[in-house]
């Protein structure tokens, strides 16, 4: 057998030097090669056969000191080592000529007497075999490669397209639909009938045996294709994703059917990201994967942009504005929205199997009541009119219980002009359901029954874990067991402030003692300085902050507080209100319905002047629902729960906008280039 070594400058006829030192390639030692060894004194000289080698690195070319290492081990085993004429080993330059010379290296050995004849060891002849190997599968994937770039270069790319930049690539994926059109070949049809889903297809045919193929059972399936990969010109294989699950399909010459048109042109024009329709039979490869085997391939939606790798997209600016593409590469995202919906369905069928009725009620009215928070205004062009956004349905909810609708709910959104962080959003859905004839504490019993079931029901188990600062964080415990402890606020306040707030809680005196405390506890103190702002403010920073991994009950908030709530039958100054708070952040808002229209219209009269103020947050006086008061509204229990924050606990993400398909975003600025948004965001993905 013959190998070549490959030097970069051709050896001078008096260069008979080798590296002596494999340490060191700056360090060189003449040495003086004879054709053939001296065999010991008095000894016959043996007749040489010729073996030769031609030796290719493990780098393109043979290093110098491995081959000088090699030569000496020859040696070492007392065999005859001889050169080719001129032969020089010399060290590397940057300026040595890009042309080699081929200089056969020829290893003697003897055939003397066996008691004279020297052998190599079993460890060199089994290195010897792993070097031909390793250079005889280098040199087939460089064929490989060359073949590739060959193929490429004929298919009009001068380089392949995974080397390309998104714009080259989109351009030359706009190119394939044009000339589709020129063929007549529809690049986007009107329908491709689908016999199985991709799960329906795992489910039916998932139990067959290793190697099984059902030739006559004809299924056609669709898909976005996630990768792709070849083995030869007539067989290609292809991984297509549906409905969260991930089916392989073997495209295989031998069952193309020849009405589909010519089976290579066909599958060269796929790539990743394409929307495929596959018609062909269910089986499994001899590894025992699952595959659909087609007869016909057929192009539905091709992706013109370069596709991100499958959950490598982490730029969270891209995912958001590009909720779509997070999707399609993000198995994760898609997880996140399916227990958001099922969040949404489970507490749907838990109030209709208790007689609720789901209603809807308007999303635009002329004041902007129910809650207290700033509203968006908006303007009705054939009325004239301005309305606000709702910021809650309460009140209209509220007037359905006096119309005899004694158990109604809605599932929608809210509109609140507020800050945007990393638990606000400005558009935000909310559940509310109102119950005549019950109270705060039936309500608490009935959220403690639908959370717990719900986390149980999801989770299967009523301890989830949860990553406070996000997924690099640490993971703490949350643990929905019932019951949940429930505090009163103002107790709570006093108890880890050891104070006594001075009564009344409105009070100029008590105003003054809640600033006091507020600076001496180093909190801010809020903007205008109400004496409801002022309460909050003492809440969060004493209260809120104990629920932590359980969910607490925060009860009893003061009337100046709870403008809609009815005050505490037992306690003055206070009212029948809880909120369900857990990691400190609020999940519900209840409390006994204030049924009083006479007290209602005094407490919107101190809403009215808090307003006044400075207060934007503060509501107006609705004389709509006033008046309906006066027609009897029954004892009544009203509730509230934000789904967007339960969505975030039980789906592990410490940030609103994850769990919002659309979030609240500042537009980006037109680039006025098609096709570049896309394009960036595949920049961004690729550099994660």
């Not at 589909?260 to 929307?275: K, P, Y």
């Not at 300085?529 to 909050?536: F, I, M, Q, V």
Request: aromatic share 8%; charged share 25%.
């Amino acid at each position: 057998m013959r190998r070549r070594i490959q030097y970069e400058v051709p050896p001078s006829p008096t260069q008979t030097r080798m590296c002596a030192t494999a340490g060191d390639e700056r360090r060189q030692a003449a040495h003086d090669v004879p054709a053939a060894s001296q065999p010991a004194k008095g000894k016959p000289v043996p007749q040489p056969s010729f073996l030769c080698w031609e030796f290719r690195g493990w780098s393109g070319a043979l290093r110098q000191q491995s081959c000088c290492t090699y030569l000496r081990s020859l040696n070492a085993y007392r065999l005859p080592v001889s050169f080719s004429p001129h032969l020089a080993f010399k060290r590397r330059s940057s300026t040595m000529a890009p042309n080699a010379e081929a200089v056969d290296v020829k290893v003697s050995q003897n055939n003397g007497a066996a008691g004279e004849e020297q052998k190599l060891s079993a460890s060199e002849r089994r290195r010897l075999r792993k070097a031909e190997q390793a250079a005889a599968k280098k040199e087939s994937k460089q064929q490989q490669q060359d073949a590739s770039a060959a193929q490429a270069k004929k298919n009009g790319a001068e380089k392949p397209e995974e080397e390309l930049d998104p714009t080259q690539y989109f351009e030359n994926r706009c190119q394939l639909v044009e000339d589709l059109k020129k063929k007549g070949v529809p690049a986007y049809p009107h329908k491709f009938q689908v016999s199985l889903s991709i799960p329906e297809f795992i489910k039916k045919y998932g139990s067959l045996a290793d190697g099984d193929h059902l030739e006559n059972e004809e299924v056609q399936i669709a898909g976005r294709i996630t990768r792709v990969s070849s083995s030869g010109q007539k067989l290609r294989f292809y991984d297509v994703r549906g409905d969260g699950e991930k089916l392989q399909v073997m495209a295989n010459f031998s069952y193309h059917d020849e009405k589909a048109g010519d089976f290579a042109e066909t599958h060269n024009r796929f790539r990743r990201g394409d929307v495929i329709g596959i018609r062909g039979f269910p089986g499994k490869s001899k590894r025992g994967e699952l595959s659909i085997f087609p007869r016909e391939v057929t192009l539905l939606s091709p992706c013109l942009h370069m596709l991100p790798e499958r959950n490598s997209l982490k730029d969270f600016d891209v995912r958001f504005r590009h909720r779509y593409l997070d999707l399609i590469v993000n198995d994760e995202a898609r997880k996140t929205f399916l227990i958001r919906s099922r969040i949404v369905k489970f507490v749907r069928h838990f109030l209709e199997d208790r007689g609720f009725v789901e209603v809807e009620t308007p999303m635009m009215n002329v004041i902007a009541g129910g809650a207290a928070a700033r509203p968006f205004k908006t303007h009705h062009n054939d009325l004239d009119m301005d309305l606000y956004m709702r910021i809650a349905p309460e009140l209209f909810l509220k007037m359905l219980i006096v119309g005899g609708m004694d158990r109604v709910f809605e599932i929608g959104k809210n509109f609140r002009n507020e800050g945007i962080d990393m638990t606000h959003n400005p558009e935000f859905t909310a559940c509310e359901f109102y119950w005549a004839y019950a109270d705060y504490n039936d309500l608490m019993d009935l959220t403690e029954e639908m959370l717990s079931s719900m986390v149980k029901a999801i989770h299967g188990t009523y301890q989830i874990q949860f990553h406070p600062d996000g997924p690099g964080g640490e993971a703490v415990t949350l643990d929905f067991t019932p019951p949940f402890a429930r505090l009163s606020m103002v107790e709570e306040i006093e108890k880890q402030a050891k104070v006594t707030l001075p009564r009344p809680l409105d009070g100029d005196e008590c105003i003054a003692f809640m600033k006091d405390l507020l600076q001496k506890s180093k909190v801010d103190i809020p903007q205008p300085p109400t004496s409801a702002k002022l309460l909050d403010a003492l809440c969060g920073h004493y209260v809120e902050c104990q629920a932590t991994t359980k969910p607490v009950f925060i009860t009893e908030h003061p009337q100046i507080m709870s403008p809609l709530a009815k005050w505490h039958r037992s306690k003055p100054e206070l009212t029948e209100r809880f909120e369900l708070f857990l990691m400190g952040k609020e999940l519900c808002n209840a409390y006994t319905e204030l049924n009083d229209p006479f007290k209602q219209r005094e407490c919107f009269m101190d809403q009215a002047k808090a307003k006044a103020a400075g207060d934007d947050e503060a509501t107006c006086i609705d004389e709509v629902f006033c008046t309906s008061l006066e027609y009897g509204l029954p004892p009544t229990g009203g509730w509230g729960l934000g789904i967007d924050r339960l969505t975030m606990f039980l789906s592990d993400h410490n940030t609103i906008k994850e769990v919002i398909l659309f979030p609240a975003m500042r537009p980006q600025p037109p680039t006025g280039v098609q096709g570049k948004p896309a394009a960036e965001a595949g920049d961004a993905s690729s550099s994660q």
